[in-house]
């Protein structure tokens, strides 16, 4: 059990696999929607997941966080910990934190509240006793504050936020459980091109400290922000490198072509 006193950064220095995808293959009643896929994330990474609808991206998200368990194929720790026989919750403890595509804040209560409920989540019933009065707030919920530009923010009831603010609030919860890899599903959807940029900066700042994966179809926004691409296609890793390098392979190009001439052949 690594000190909790370490940070990410620290226990991975730049570059370290932290978690090893291997040979993975999911079936929904027969229908393979991932077939031996593999996926190497490293610390400190930003890195996108992309391919056309349907191949099995959000399918690999949920399989690393134990929503979904594989029929075979293995979700490694460095520490050798297999995940798929782990539960979603124990997952969660090990450092995986996973945000799904629509925010899930509790717009009832404001923006601290639900920092301090994903807080005492995290470090459980006795952190609700660590003696703060009424208005303060923690040194780690400050910081978490300030990196997702919700400072001014925080009597804000969250059902009263933006879209983008409530995305925000909502990786700020994950933030909190300290994760060594964030999984997020579309997080610029619905977005405006403000609040595009803002989130662009933002997972790039959390990636100094720890492995982001995000699953994208904006294409530009990859192109701006990804450092590492990994192109998926029918349940299978098609090719994976810089946002150049994947752009350049013709058999991507391919791919999404083919999705589209065939779309086109319907409408
Ligand atoms: N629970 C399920 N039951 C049956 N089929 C499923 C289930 N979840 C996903 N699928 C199918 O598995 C395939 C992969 O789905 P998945 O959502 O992982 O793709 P994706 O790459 O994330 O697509 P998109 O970009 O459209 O979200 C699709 O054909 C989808 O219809």
């Known amino acids: ?5 370490l940070k990410p950064n620290e226990l991975h220095p730049k570059g370290k696999t932290v978690l090893s995808v291997q040979d993975i293959t999911v079936s929904f009643s027969g229908f393979v929607a991932v077939n031996g896929m593999n996926l190497n994330l490293r610390s400190n990474e930003l890195h996108f997941l992309i391919g056309p609808n349907g191949a ?7 399989v690393i966080c134990g929503k979904t368990k594989p029929v075979s194929g293995k979700v ?10 782990k539960k979603e919750h124990q997952i969660a403890r090990l450092g995986i934190g996973r945000k799904f595509q629509a ?14 409920l994903a807080d005492d989540q995290n470090k459980g019933a006795f952190h609700s006793l660590r003696g ?3 208005g303060e707030i923690s040194h780690a919920m400050e910081e978490v504050l300030t990196q997702i530009g919700l400072t001014d923010r925080i009597l ?14 909502e990786i700020g919860m994950l933030l909190l459980q300290e994760p060594h890899v964030l999984l997020l599903d579309e997080p610029v959807a619905g977005m ?3 609040e595009t940029l803002k989130t662009g900066e933002l997972l790039r700042s959390i990636a100094k400290k720890r492995s982001v994966v ?11 922000y990804a450092e590492k691409v990994t192109v998926m296609h029918e349940g299978k890793l098609l090719t994976e490198g810089t946002m150049l390098e994947v752009q350049q392979n013709p058999v991507v190009a391919e791919v999404y072509l083919g999705k589209r001439r065939k779309q086109d052949a319907v409408t």
Not at 56 to 62: E, S
Not at 157 to 166: C, T
């Open 214 to 224: 995000v699953v994208e179809h904006d294409m530009e926004f990859v192109r701006q």
């Open 103 to 116: 925010p899930s804040v509790f717009g009832g209560l404001t923006v601290k509240e639900n920092l301090e």
């Open 132 to 134: 703060l009065r009424g």
């Open 56 to 62: 099995g991206k959000t399918t690999m998200l949920d």
């Open 76 to 85: 490694l720790l460095p520490d050798g910990t297999d995940l798929t026989r």
């Open 156 to 169: 804000v009831r969250a059902g009263a936020l933006s879209h983008g603010e409530k995305q925000w609030l």
């Open 1 to 5: 059990m690594p000190s909790p006193l």
């Open 192 to 194: 405006t091109d403000d």
